[in-house]
Structures are given as C-alpha cells and as structure tokens.
C-alpha cells in the first residue's frame, strides 16, 4: 500500500469512528465532536507551522486563542449604553499615556549615556508616568464598570444590529487573526532571540499574562462574568422551529423539529469551519512546497547553516510566529462563535496546549494533513473519554456488588480517564509511530 493510500485510510477510519459514535450515541453529539475536531485541526495547524515547519516551541498558544475569543466580543456584541461615555475617553486615553511612558523611557534610554543622571530621569519618566497613567486609567475603569454590572459592566462591542447582524461574526474570525498576530509580532520582537527552552517559558509566561488581564479587566470583555449571547453566523434553532417549510423538510425525513434544527444549525457550522480549515490547508501546503517553505526547513534543521548562507534567521522564524499565532486566532474566534459566549477561565494555558501538542505530535509534526488528522482524533478521543471510560468500568465491576468499595473507587476515578488516555497514546505514538501517523515527507 503506497503512503497515498495509507493516508486515505487513515481520514477514512476517522469518519467511521465518528460515524460509530452517531450510531451508537448519537448525531447530535458526533456533529459536536466533528465541529470541535475542525477547530482543533486550525489550532494544530497553527502550532506545526511554528514547530513543524521552523522548530519554534510556542507553549503560549491559549494566550492567541483567547485573543480571538476577545475579538468576537468585540466585534459582535452591541455597545453597551452609556459605557463610552461615562469613560472610554479616560480608558484610551490612559492606554495612550502609558504606551507613552514606555517610548519616552526607551528613548530616554537610548539618547542619554549610561551613567546616574540617565538612571534618575528614567526612573523619573517611568514612576511619573503610571502614577498619572493610572490616575486617568482607573476613573474611566470605575465609570464603565458601575453601569448595569449585573448584565453589562463593560464598553460592549460595536455591533449595533445585534443578532441581525451575525455577519459581524464572521469577520470576527479574520480579525481575530489579524489581533493574534499584532500580538506575536510585539513577542517575538521580544523573545524570538532566547534559547527553545526560554522561549517556551516566554511564551507561556505571557500567554498567562493576557489571560490575566481579559479575567481582571471587566471594562474589557466582562472578566470571569463573561460575555454571552454572542450573535450567530447561522440560524438559531427557536427560529427554524417556527419556519414551516424547514418544518415540512424536517417531516419529510421523519426528524421531530427540535432534532431536526439543531443538526441545521451544527451542519451549518461545519460547512462553515471546513471552508476556513480547507483555506488554511491550501495556503499552507502551498508554503510547505514553496522555496520559502524548504527555506524554512533548512532554517529549522540547521541554524547555524542557513545563517552562514545569509538567510535572515531571526526574521523568518518572527514570520512563522506570527503566521502559526494568526491561525491559533482564527480558531479561537471559531470556538467563542460556536460556543456562544466568552469564558476567560476555560482558557488554562498549561492543560489545553498540552492537548494540542499532543494533536501536532499523534498526527504528524512536519505534516499539514498529520496535524488536521491528530486534531480530529484526539478531540474525538478528548470528548468521548469520559462516557467510554464510565462504560468500561461498568462492564469490569459488573460481576461485583453496586455498593462495592473497588467499583465505587473506579467510578469516582472516572474523570481523570482523559488525561490517562492522552498519556497512553502520546506512549503508544512515541513508541511505535515516533514520527506520527502521518510523517513528514
């Protein structure tokens, strides 16, 4: 069997495992996982541009996903009443003073020599600064904060057709990318010249810090109140029930309204993902095969080589970040748009890069389709294991007593069944696949 025909089987036997799981459970949940599946493939393809394509180790990858996330918001939502003017002037306005503060103190920096006096007029011009920094900052903060906090509390977006506007949504996603981006361009700048190891840490460092700030800051997407209602780019169920040609459709098929609606509305979300997903792996491959694409490989195996032959390492490796980060925004734009609402706590940086380096690795790092084949196999894996794992342990304690200590133990040890199934395969890969199920060629 040729590696062509290898790979289709693989693709294959993930469509017949979720079709066993709409079989056996049922398409309402096999739809979900394949919805979730294509967003975790955009995230893995994202991560093997960094790492497959030029090595680099990003552990920060929730930081861009919840930067998407914020983007919805901020395009989708309608402004909240008020909020802009009682202090978004003071907000921005403080922001302005202290990215001021910080160029007056580089600049301060760079013009002076070394010596006490460039210390003391810089300690002066930084003190000085987020004192008055946040004497402006804060007042707008309080202002924006004290309107309606039970259901609003924050600037809002600037969405003014509500959920008529769910095309607001989509155009979320690219600019979910584009802030993603801006993001990775301010650390690479930053942290692209550190060793692997130091990276990881940067990156993971300050993926921690934008979370931080989009839990703290509730005059920017809510905090840990989080935002929900996010306008959709599809039907709403309420509104297809009350459709009488969808309902007629929906008859014809032998579906009861509620079914039948919400597979429409996760149908549409598919077709919608695959689209982007499908986008994404075009550009993608078309970069693996381009000379830019061998440049970067040949910067990824050997640094040292291609900096002798005059390639601009630093520069390539700050353009695949930012490309992998954009990705990574597209996809948590998707995720906040399906979702339906913004929940800055589900973002935990160390648990779920975890999961999408496992997705990289299982499928294939170096692999565009091993990395769209690992994301929809081990989220598949990720959302089945509980219930699985509950069954399995029903069927081994059968022959014992409901009440028996053993079976009582195994059942209450259910919950941690994803993590050990994630350890068993990355094992199992590492083992006997080393390269993933579908190699680099």
């Known amino acids: 069997m040729t590696s062509s025909m290898k790979n289709v089987s693989l693709f294959l036997g993930m469509a017949v495992l979720i079709a ?40 920060g990858v929730m930081g861009f996903v919840a930067l998407g996330g914020l983007a919805t918001v901020i395009l989708s939502m309608p402004p909240t009443e008020g909020a802009f003017a009682a202090g978004g002037l003071r907000v921005f306005g403080g922001l302005a003073l202290g990215a001021a503060t910080i160029i007056a103190a580089i600049k301060v920096r760079r013009s002076m020599a070394p010596g006490r006096r460039r210390t003391i007029i810089l300690l002066a011009v930084l003190i000085g600064g987020f004192f008055i920094f946040r004497w402006v900052f804060d007042a707008g903060v309080d202002a924006i904060e004290s309107i309606n906090p039970a259901s609003t509390g924050y600037l809002g977006g600037i969405n003014t057709g509500g959920k008529d506007r769910g095309w607001m949504t989509l155009l979320a996603w690219p600019i979910g990318g584009l802030l993603a981006a801006g993001a990775a361009w301010v650390i690479g700048k930053t942290a692209l010249g550190l060793r692997s190891d130091y990276l990881a840490i940067a990156t993971l460092g300050i993926s921690e810090i934008i ?28 509104e297809l ?63 040292d080589a291609a900096e002798a032959m005059g390639k601009d390492v630093k520069g390539r490796h700050l353009q695949i970040f930012i490309l992998g980060s954009a990705i990574c925004g597209i996809a948590g734009a998707m995720l906040t748009t399906v979702e339906g609402q913004l929940t800055p706590t589900s973002y935990q940086p160390l648990r779920f890069t975890f999961l999408i380096w496992v997705m990289v690795i299982v499928g294939g790092s170096g692999n565009n389709f091993g990395s769209i084949l690992g994301g929809m196999f081990i989220m598949w894996l990720w959302l089945i294991a509980p219930e699985a794992g509950t069954w399995i342990v029903q069927t081994i304690t059968s022959p014992l007593a409901e009440d028996h200590w053993l079976r009582l133990h195994l059942l209450g040890s259910v919950a941690h069944m994803r993590l050990m199934t994630m350890g068993a395969i990355m094992l199992l890969v590492l083992r006997f696949r080393p390269n993933g199920l579908i190699p680099e060629r």
Not at 262 to 286: D, G, H, P, Q, W
């Open 211 to 238: 979370i931080a700030v989009m839990k703290n800051e509730d005059w920017l997407a809510r905090g840990v109140k989080n935002v929900s209602g996010i306008p959709r780019p599809v039907a709403y169920e309420v």
């Open 241 to 303: 029930q009350q459709d009488q040609d969808f309902l007629q459709r929906a008859g014809d098929i032998g579906l009861d309204p509620v079914m039948a609606s919400t597979l429409y509305v996760k149908l549409s979300y598919s077709f919608l993902f695959l689209i982007v997903l499908i986008t994404l792996l075009i550009l993608a491959e078309l970069a693996l095969k381009s000379p830019w694409g061998r440049m970067m490989r040949a910067i990824r195996d050997n640094e």
């Open 20 to 59: 066993i799981t709409g079989h056996l459970n049922s398409w309402n949940y096999a739809l979900t996982i394949v919805n979730f599946g294509l967003i975790s493939a955009i995230m893995a393809l994202g991560v093997n541009l960094q790492w497959g394509f030029a090595g680099l180790f990003n552990i």
